[in-house]
C-alpha cells in the first residue's frame, strides 16, 4: 500500500512540473514583477488569509475571533453562526454541534460528523477515514477560521462534499501577557480562560488554561471540560521560522437523548428515560503534539512542512433498552504530514502540497449496566490512511484575470476488523480508493476590491471506517466512495457608503450532481444503530449569501452595523428508483440568520438578532415534517481600551423549537428523533488584558 501511495504521488507531482521553471529562482531579476507573497496554510496574519481567499474561485468565508468576545460563543454553531452555506446546530451536548456544508452528513445526523475535513494550523485533525465523531472544537482557541466550502478546499487537502474548515491558533503576537476571560450565564454556564503570552527577541510563547461547567437546559445534559493549549515560535532567521503546538483536553459530557413529538410538546426540555436510565454519556481525553516550519527559499518561494499526532481515549455508552445495549470503549490515534511548496513565476502563481494521514482505532463496542461498562460484544481494530496530493496555478494571464487551474490525486485506505468474541465471526471489509480530481476556475477583477469567478471542480470522498462497520450489504463488501460534479458562479467584495461608510458581500451559487453519496437510516432490528448505503444519484444545490456593512450615522460618532446571512438549499435525490425526486432530510431549505449594531466610538454597542430557519424533513420518505422557527436575541456591551464587556439574551420570546433531528427511513409518528433548541437564556462576561 504504501509504495503504490509513494509511486502515485510521484506520478501526480511530476505531471504538474513545468520543466526549466524554475532554474532562476535566486534572480528575481530574470522574472517579472512577482506576486504578492502569501503564506496558504496557517498563516498567522489576516492579510495573509484574505490574500489566498482572493485567489480562490469559489466561497471561502473568514471568520475573526475579535467577534466571539462581544456575544457568547460556546461551540461551532455559535462560532459558524454567520457563515454561509452552513447549517450548524446545537442542542444535544455543550461543545459538540451538527453541521453540514453544502448538504454534507444529513444522513445518520450527529453520529460521525462526516463530509468536512476539519483542521487546525494546516494540519488535519479529522481522522484519516474522514469522520469526526470524537472531535469537539474550542473556538475561543481560535484566532481565525476559515471556511472553504466544498471543492474550494482543494488546496487543504479535502475532496469531500462540504469542503474544510481551517481553525488558526492565535500566538503571542495576538495577545497581551496575560488575558483573562470569563463568561457564565442560563443553565448554569461558568466558562474561564486565563493566557500568558510571551515574545523575548525571535522567541514567542503563549499557554491558556481553560475551565467550562454548564449544567444544560435539558435534563441529563451536564458538561464538565478542562483543557490546556500552547504553542511556541522560534524565528530562525529572516527566512526559517518554526511553530510547536500542544494541546490537552479532558471533557465529560451527558448525553440527553431525543424525544418522540408527544414528549416534546408535553415538556421539550426533558431528558430522554432511556438516556437517563442508560447514564449515556461522550467523554473525550486527547492530547495533541504538532509542528510547522516555514522556510522563504527566496522572494518568489517558500516550503511549509507541518507534522501532527493526537491520541484520544473514548468512553460512550450509548444505547439502553431491554433488548440491546451499547458502550463503545476506544483508544484513537492520529498522525498528520502536511507540504506546501509555493512559487511564483512570471504571471504563475504555483502551489504544489502533500497531505498523508494515518488513523488507528483499537478496543471495543460493550454492554453496559446504566454506563458501567460490562460484556465485551465486539473487539474493535480499525485502520484507515489517506494520502492527497495536488498542484494548482493561479495564473494572471491578462489585466484583472486569473485563470486558477489544477489537479488533486487522492489514495485511501479502508480496513474494518471487528471480531464478535461470542460467535468468533470476524467482519473484516477492506477496501482501497484513489481517484484524480480536476478543478479549473476563473477570476475577473471587476473593480480594486470586488471579484467575479466561477469553477467546475470534481468531488470525491471515500467511506468512513463507521460507515464501513455500518454497511448494509450482507458481506463484507465495501461501499464505494461518493463521487460527482460541482459548477460554481458568485462574487465577493466591499464597496464605500458615502465618505465614512463601507459594505462588503460573498454571494455564491453552486450546482452539484453526486453518484454514490452514502446514506444511512435507522436499523429497525438495533435501535439506535444505522445502516450505511450507496444512493445512485442525489443534487446538492444552493445560494450562499452573507451581506454586511458599517453605516454612519451624524457626523460619523455613531455607526450602524447590519449583517445578514442567507442560505437556499435544494438537497434531493435524483429519480431514484424507491425516493423518487424526495428532499433530503435533516437541512431546511433556507436558513436567515442577522443582526443590527448600533455602535458609539465611546465603546458602548447594542442590538437586536435574529433566526429565520425555513421547515425540513426527519426521513427519507418525506412523510414526517419538522416545523421552522424564528427567534429574537439581543445584545450589547462595551469595549475598552485592554478590556471588554458584553451581555446577551437569546430567544427572547422563549419559543421551543426542535435544534437537532434523527433521520429514519421513514419515521412513525411516536419516533423519538426531536431534539430541542435553547430556551430563552441570559450570558454576560468580560475579557481583560494585563
Given at each position: 500500500?504504501?509504495?503504490?501511495?509513494?509511486?502515485?504521488?510521484?506520478?501526480c507531482?511530476a505531471?504538474c512540473?513545468?520543466?526549466?521553471?524554475?532554474?532562476?529562482?535566486?534572480?528575481?531579476?530574470?522574472?517579472?514583477?512577482p506576486?504578492?507573497?502569501?503564506?496558504v496554510q496557517?498563516a498567522?496574519s489576516k492579510?495573509?488569509?484574505e490574500?489566498?481567499?482572493?485567489l480562490?474561485?469559489?466561497?471561502?468565508?473568514i471568520v475573526?475571533?475579535?467577534?466571539?468576545y462581544q456575544?457568547?460563543v460556546?461551540n461551532?454553531a455559535?462560532m459558524l453562526?454567520f457563515v454561509?452555506?452552513l447549517?450548524?446546530?446545537?442542542?444535544?451536548?455543550?461543545?459538540?454541534?451538527?453541521?453540514?456544508s453544502?448538504?454534507?452528513?444529513?444522513d445518520?445526523?450527529?453520529?460521525?460528523?462526516?463530509?468536512i475535513?476539519?483542521l487546525?494550523?494546516?494540519?488535519?485533525?479529522t481522522?484519516?477515514?474522514?469522520?469526526?465523531h470524537?472531535?469537539?472544537?474550542?473556538p475561543?482557541s481560535?484566532?481565525?477560521?476559515?471556511?472553504?466550502?466544498?471543492?474550494?478546499a482543494l488546496?487543504?487537502?479535502?475532496?469531500?462534499l462540504?469542503?474544510a474548515i481551517?481553525?488558526?491558533?492565535?500566538?503571542a503576537?495576538?495577545?497581551e501577557p496575560?488575558?483573562l476571560v470569563?463568561?457564565?450565564?442560563s443553565?448554569g454556564?461558568?466558562?474561564g480562560?486565563?493566557?500568558a503570552a510571551?515574545v523575548?527577541?525571535?522567541?514567542d510563547g503563549?499557554?491558556t488554561?481553560e475551565?467550562?461547567k454548564w449544567?444544560g437546559?435539558r435534563?441529563?445534559?451536564?458538561?464538565n471540560?478542562?483543557?490546556?493549549?500552547a504553542?511556541?515560535?522560534w524565528?530562525a532567521?529572516d527566512?526559517?521560522?518554526?511553530?510547536?503546538?500542544?494541546t490537552?483536553i479532558?471533557?465529560d459530557?451527558?448525553?440527553?437523548g431525543a424525544?418522540?413529538?408527544?414528549?416534546?410538546n408535553?415538556?421539550?426540555?426533558?431528558g430522554?428515560a432511556?438516556?437517563?436510565?442508560?447514564?449515556?454519556?461522550?467523554?473525550?481525553?486527547s492530547?495533541r503534539v504538532?509542528?510547522?516550519?516555514?522556510?522563504?527559499?527566496?522572494?518568489v518561494?517558500s516550503?511549509?512542512?507541518?507534522l501532527s499526532?493526537?491520541?484520544?481515549?473514548?468512553?460512550?455508552?450509548?444505547v439502553y433498552?431491554?433488548?440491546f445495549?451499547?458502550?463503545?470503549?476506544?483508544?484513537q490515534?492520529n498522525s498528520?504530514l502536511?507540504?506546501?511548496?509555493?512559487?511564483?513565476w512570471h504571471a504563475?502563481?504555483?502551489?504544489?502540497g502533500l497531505?498523508?494521514?494515518?488513523?488507528s482505532v483499537k478496543g471495543?463496542n460493550y454492554r453496559?449496566?446504566?454506563?458501567r461498562r460490562?460484556?465485551?460484544?465486539?473487539?474493535?481494530d480499525?485502520?484507515a490512511?489517506?494520502?492527497?496530493?495536488f498542484?494548482?496555478?493561479r495564473?494572471?494571464?491578462?489585466p484583472?484575470?486569473k485563470?486558477?487551474y489544477?489537479v488533486q490525486?487522492?489514495?485511501a485506505?479502508?480496513?474494518?476488523r471487528?471480531?464478535?468474541?461470542?460467535t468468533g465471526a470476524?467482519?473484516?471489509p477492506d477496501?482501497?480508493y484513489q481517484?484524480?480530481n480536476?478543478r479549473?476556475?476563473?477570476?475577473?477583477?471587476?473593480?480594486?476590491?470586488?471579484?467575479?469567478?466561477?469553477?467546475?471542480?470534481?468531488l470525491?470522498?471515500?467511506?468512513t471506517?463507521y460507515?464501513?462497520e455500518?454497511?448494509?450489504s450482507?458481506?463484507?463488501s465495501?461501499?464505494k466512495a461518493?463521487?460527482?460534479?460541482v459548477?460554481?458562479?458568485g462574487?465577493?467584495?466591499?464597496n464605500?457608503?458615502g465618505q465614512?461608510g463601507?459594505?462588503?458581500?460573498?454571494?455564491?451559487l453552486?450546482?452539484a450532481r453526486?453518484?454514490?453519496?452514502?446514506?444511512?437510516v435507522d436499523?429497525?432490528d438495533?435501535?439506535?444503530?444505522?445502516?450505511a448505503?450507496?444512493?445512485d444519484?442525489?443534487?446538492h444545490?444552493?445560494l450562499e449569501?452573507?451581506?454586511?456593512?458599517?453605516l454612519?450615522l451624524g457626523?460619523?460618532t455613531?455607526?450602524?452595523?447590519p449583517?445578514?446571512?442567507?442560505?437556499?438549499?435544494?438537497f434531493?435525490f435524483?429519480k431514484?428508483?424507491?425516493y423518487g425526486?424526495?428532499?433530503?432530510?435533516?437541512?431546511p431549505?433556507?436558513v436567515?440568520?442577522?443582526?443590527v449594531?448600533?455602535?458609539?466610538?465611546?465603546?458602548?454597542f447594542?442590538g437586536?438578532t435574529?433566526d429565520?430557519?425555513?421547515?425540513?424533513?426527519?426521513?427519507?420518505?418525506?412523510?414526517y415534517?419538522?416545523?421552522?422557527?424564528?427567534?429574537?436575541g439581543?445584545?450589547?456591551?462595551?469595549?475598552?481600551?485592554s478590556?471588554?464587556?458584553?451581555a446577551?439574551?437569546?430567544?427572547?420570546t422563549?419559543?421551543?423549537?426542535?435544534?437537532?433531528v434523527?433521520?429514519?427511513?421513514?419515521?412513525s409518528?411516536d419516533?423519538a428523533i426531536l431534539?430541542?433548541?435553547?430556551?430563552?437564556?441570559?450570558?454576560?462576561?468580560?475579557?481583560?488584558?494585563?
Amino acid at each position: 500500500m504504501l509504495t503504490s501511495q509513494r509511486n502515485f504521488l510521484a506520478s501526480c507531482l511530476a505531471l504538474c512540473l513545468v520543466p526549466q521553471a524554475y532554474a532562476d529562482d535566486a534572480n528575481p531579476d530574470n522574472h517579472n514583477q512577482p506576486l504578492e507573497r502569501i503564506l496558504v496554510q496557517g498563516a498567522q496574519s489576516k492579510l495573509d488569509i484574505e490574500s489566498e481567499q482572493a485567489l480562490t474561485p469559489g466561497g471561502v468565508s473568514i471568520v475573526d475571533s475579535e467577534d466571539f468576545y462581544q456575544r457568547n460563543v460556546a461551540n461551532l454553531a455559535d462560532m459558524l453562526r454567520f457563515v454561509p452555506g452552513l447549517w450548524v446546530a446545537s442542542g444535544s451536548t455543550g461543545d459538540s454541534s451538527f453541521f453540514s456544508s453544502r448538504g454534507s452528513n444529513l444522513d445518520a445526523t450527529s453520529y460521525d460528523g462526516n463530509g468536512i475535513k476539519l483542521l487546525q494550523d494546516g494540519l488535519p485533525i479529522t481522522a484519516a477515514d474522514g469522520n469526526n465523531h470524537n472531535r469537539s472544537v474550542d473556538p475561543l482557541s481560535t484566532r481565525y477560521a476559515v471556511v472553504a466550502r466544498g471543492a474550494n478546499a482543494l488546496t487543504y487537502g479535502a475532496s469531500t462534499l462540504g469542503g474544510a474548515i481551517d481553525f488558526i491558533s492565535p500566538t503571542a503576537h495576538d495577545l497581551e501577557p496575560l488575558q483573562l476571560v470569563i463568561n457564565g450565564g442560563s443553565h448554569g454556564l461558568w466558562q474561564g480562560r486565563l493566557s500568558a503570552a510571551k515574545v523575548s527577541g525571535n522567541l514567542d510563547g503563549v499557554v491558556t488554561l481553560e475551565s467550562r461547567k454548564w449544567d444544560g437546559f435539558r435534563g441529563h445534559q451536564q458538561q464538565n471540560r478542562q483543557s490546556l493549549y500552547a504553542n511556541g515560535g522560534w524565528q530562525a532567521s529572516d527566512n526559517l521560522a518554526t511553530r510547536l503546538y500542544l494541546t490537552y483536553i479532558d471533557n465529560d459530557q451527558e448525553l440527553p437523548g431525543a424525544l418522540s413529538r408527544a414528549e416534546f410538546n408535553q415538556d421539550p426540555y426533558q431528558g430522554q428515560a432511556g438516556a437517563q436510565l442508560g447514564h449515556y454519556q461522550y467523554n473525550v481525553r486527547s492530547w495533541r503534539v504538532a509542528s510547522k516550519t516555514q522556510w522563504d527559499i527566496s522572494p518568489v518561494s517558500s516550503l511549509s512542512v507541518g507534522l501532527s499526532h493526537e491520541q484520544q481515549a473514548l468512553y460512550h455508552p450509548i444505547v439502553y433498552n431491554p433488548f440491546f445495549s451499547l458502550l463503545i470503549d476506544t483508544d484513537q490515534h492520529n498522525s498528520g504530514l502536511s507540504l506546501r511548496y509555493n512559487h511564483q513565476w512570471h504571471a504563475h502563481d504555483v502551489l504544489m502540497g502533500l497531505n498523508y494521514g494515518q488513523t488507528s482505532v483499537k478496543g471495543g463496542n460493550y454492554r453496559h449496566d446504566k454506563g458501567r461498562r460490562t460484556e465485551l460484544m465486539t473487539r474493535v481494530d480499525n485502520d484507515a490512511d489517506s494520502l492527497e496530493a495536488f498542484v494548482v496555478d493561479r495564473w494572471q494571464f491578462a489585466p484583472n484575470w486569473k485563470l486558477i487551474y489544477g489537479v488533486q490525486g487522492v489514495l485511501a485506505s479502508r480496513e474494518v476488523r471487528n471480531l464478535n468474541v461470542d460467535t468468533g465471526a470476524l467482519y473484516h471489509p477492506d477496501a482501497d480508493y484513489q481517484s484524480v480530481n480536476p478543478r479549473l476556475g476563473l477570476i475577473y477583477q471587476w473593480h480594486d476590491n470586488i471579484e467575479v469567478f466561477t469553477n467546475l471542480s470534481r468531488l470525491y470522498e471515500p467511506p468512513t471506517n463507521y460507515e464501513l462497520e455500518d454497511d448494509a450489504s450482507p458481506d463484507d463488501s465495501a461501499l464505494k466512495a461518493m463521487q460527482g460534479q460541482v459548477i460554481e458562479i458568485g462574487s465577493r467584495g466591499s464597496n464605500n457608503l458615502g465618505q465614512r461608510g463601507l459594505w462588503h458581500w460573498e454571494l455564491a451559487l453552486y450546482y452539484a450532481r453526486l453518484q454514490d453519496e452514502i446514506l444511512s437510516v435507522d436499523d429497525p432490528d438495533a435501535p439506535g444503530t444505522s445502516l450505511a448505503t450507496n444512493v445512485d444519484n442525489t443534487i446538492h444545490a444552493g445560494l450562499e449569501a452573507m451581506l454586511a456593512a458599517s453605516l454612519a450615522l451624524g457626523k460619523g460618532t455613531h455607526r450602524l452595523e447590519p449583517k445578514l446571512s442567507l442560505t437556499l438549499n435544494e438537497f434531493s435525490f435524483d429519480k431514484d428508483s424507491h425516493y423518487g425526486n424526495n428532499t433530503l432530510p435533516a437541512a431546511p431549505g433556507y436558513v436567515l440568520r442577522g443582526e443590527v449594531i448600533y455602535r458609539h466610538d465611546n465603546g458602548w454597542f447594542i442590538g437586536p438578532t435574529f433566526d429565520k430557519v425555513d421547515a425540513r424533513y426527519a426521513d427519507f420518505n418525506n412523510s414526517y415534517e419538522v416545523d421552522g422557527y424564528s427567534l429574537l436575541g439581543l445584545r450589547g456591551g462595551y469595549s475598552g481600551k485592554s478590556w471588554e464587556i458584553f451581555a446577551e439574551l437569546r430567544n427572547l420570546t422563549d419559543r421551543a423549537y426542535v435544534s437537532l433531528v434523527s433521520v429514519r427511513n421513514q419515521a412513525s409518528a411516536d419516533a423519538a428523533i426531536l431534539q430541542a433548541g435553547e430556551p430563552r437564556s441570559f450570558y454576560a462576561g468580560f475579557r481583560m488584558g494585563f
